[in-house]
Protein backbone atom coordinates (compact mmCIF):
# COMPACT_ATOMS: atom_id res chain seq x y z
CA UNK A 1 0.00 0.00 0.00
CA UNK A 2 1.29 3.94 -0.95
CA UNK A 3 1.43 6.40 1.45
CA UNK A 4 -0.29 9.39 0.81
CA UNK A 5 -0.20 12.92 2.63
CA UNK A 6 -3.85 14.45 3.12
CA UNK A 7 -4.09 17.78 3.39
CA UNK A 8 -7.03 19.78 4.86
CA UNK A 9 -7.71 23.52 4.02
CA UNK A 10 -10.50 25.49 5.02
CA UNK A 11 -11.75 28.20 1.60
CA UNK A 12 -14.71 30.65 2.77
CA UNK A 13 -17.48 28.52 2.91
CA UNK A 14 -15.67 25.12 1.70
CA UNK A 15 -13.00 23.05 2.99
CA UNK A 16 -9.95 21.86 0.01
CA UNK A 17 -9.06 18.75 0.14
CA UNK A 18 -6.15 17.28 -1.27
CA UNK A 19 -4.37 13.52 -1.42
CA UNK A 20 -0.66 13.38 -2.43
CA UNK A 21 0.97 10.71 -3.08
CA UNK A 22 4.56 9.72 -2.08
CA UNK A 23 6.35 8.22 -4.53
CA UNK A 24 4.98 9.78 -7.85
CA UNK A 25 4.20 13.28 -6.23
CA UNK A 26 0.51 13.23 -7.92
CA UNK A 27 -2.26 15.53 -6.13
CA UNK A 28 -5.77 14.74 -5.99
CA UNK A 29 -7.84 17.95 -4.56
CA UNK A 30 -11.36 18.20 -4.01
CA UNK A 31 -13.56 20.26 -2.84
CA UNK A 32 -16.24 19.52 0.14
CA UNK A 33 -18.76 21.14 3.11
CA UNK A 34 -16.92 21.32 5.40
CA UNK A 35 -20.13 20.30 7.80
CA UNK A 36 -19.21 17.06 6.18
CA UNK A 37 -17.40 14.32 7.93
CA UNK A 38 -13.43 14.59 7.44
CA UNK A 39 -13.19 10.97 7.09
CA UNK A 40 -15.90 11.05 4.34
CA UNK A 41 -13.97 13.56 2.35
CA UNK A 42 -10.48 11.72 3.15
CA UNK A 43 -12.05 9.00 1.55
CA UNK A 44 -13.08 10.74 -1.53
CA UNK A 45 -9.51 12.41 -1.99
CA UNK A 46 -8.26 9.22 -1.82
CA UNK A 47 -10.16 7.45 -4.09
CA UNK A 48 -9.83 10.37 -6.60
CA UNK A 49 -6.02 9.57 -5.84
CA UNK A 50 -6.57 6.05 -6.79
CA UNK A 51 -8.28 6.50 -9.98
CA UNK A 52 -6.01 9.07 -11.01
CA UNK A 53 -2.83 6.44 -10.65
CA UNK A 54 -4.45 3.88 -12.03
CA UNK A 55 -5.04 6.10 -15.12
CA UNK A 56 -1.38 7.30 -15.07
CA UNK A 57 -0.60 4.05 -14.90
CA UNK A 58 -2.72 2.73 -17.84
CA UNK A 59 -1.50 5.70 -20.00
CA UNK A 60 2.07 4.98 -19.58
CA UNK A 61 1.30 1.06 -20.85
CA UNK A 62 -0.31 2.96 -23.86
CA UNK A 63 2.66 4.74 -24.08
CA UNK A 64 0.52 8.02 -24.18
CA UNK A 65 2.42 9.39 -20.47
CA UNK A 66 5.35 8.70 -21.18
CA UNK A 67 6.94 12.51 -21.57
CA UNK A 68 4.39 13.57 -19.26
CA UNK A 69 5.52 13.78 -15.18
CA UNK A 70 3.07 13.11 -12.62
CA UNK A 71 1.28 16.46 -11.93
CA UNK A 72 -1.02 18.18 -10.47
CA UNK A 73 -5.00 17.29 -11.00
CA UNK A 74 -7.36 19.56 -10.03
Known amino acids: MRDVIIEFISVGNVVKVTAVDTISGLEAIIVGDPAA ?7 LATQKLNYLLK ?3 K ?3 DGEGK ?3 PGVVI
Open 55 to 57: KNE
Open 37 to 43: PREHLKR
Open 59 to 61: DNE
Open 67 to 69: SKP
